[in-house]
């Protein structure tokens, strides 16, 4: 091939390398060239290298979001900004009198307590008659009373419900009373239990751990086991058993009174005891 048809085809060549935008330039604006070839221009021109990919952040255009206005915050009452800064200042000058014990600070601390008691004594003053002026808010006439008045009303009226109760028990509910014939203990218990017997009408059954009786109950039945069974490591003791249901609750240990007899069989009762007080695994017979 002649010199003077390479050159054209060169030229061509060369032409056809160059970016379609270097030759629409007009004329005195130069154009920059890309910095790859003259930095590595060692390759020559018959080369090919892979595109390298785009950065993701230049890919993904970031999403124009504009910050929203913050939500206004909810102004607090003046009385609890008063409330808040007295609080910090009393606790302020509580710290230095404490740390620097002088007459001054002492007296301006005590000044400002005296100031947060009155201001106490003054809110109890406006609670207390509010409670007046409003029964359902007003803590005595709700539950046990205070005045010896109601209160000896309120006790009547809790011993007649609880004998109303202690009634009706009696018809399927019966009392083990456990003793030992050489426990003094036992013998002061058995004259309450036997009026309690007479007076409510449920059924007492003696069980003796020794197998003898004591005044009051001079034929019991002898301890078949059940002491063991209801863990009975100390007499006198009472238990409220329901035989034919099969269920058994302790009432107390040691010498009660009838009033504590009263209260406590009534509370055994109730069907929230039952979800408390442990039940022993029954149904058991008395021989």
Partial sequence: MSPAFIAPALLCCLLALLPAAALSQEPGHRVAAAPGYWSDNWRGWHFYEDPQDEPAAARTAPASSKPGPAPAATPKAPELVEFEQLQKRLEETRNIAIMRPTESNVRRYMALESRVVGQASLFADVAQRVAWATPELDPTLHGRPVNAKALEVYEQDQMQGRTRSITQLGRDHVLFFFFRSDCPYCHAFAPTLEAFQ???????????????????????????????????????????????????????????????????????????????????????TLR
């Fill in 198 to 284: 007479a007076r409510y009408g449920i059924a007492v059954v003696p069980i003796s751990l020794d197998g003898s009786g004591i005044p009051g109950f001079p034929a019991p039945r002898p301890d078949n086991g059940i002491a063991r069974t209801l863990q009975v490591t100390q007499v006198p003791a009472v238990f409220l058993a329901q035989p034919f249901a099969g269920k058994i609750a302790p009432i107390g240990f040691g010498v009660l009174s009838e009033s504590q007899l009263l209260e406590r069989i009534a509370m055994a009762a109730t069907p929230v005891a039952e979800a408390t007080v442990p039940i022993r695994p029954q149904p058991f």
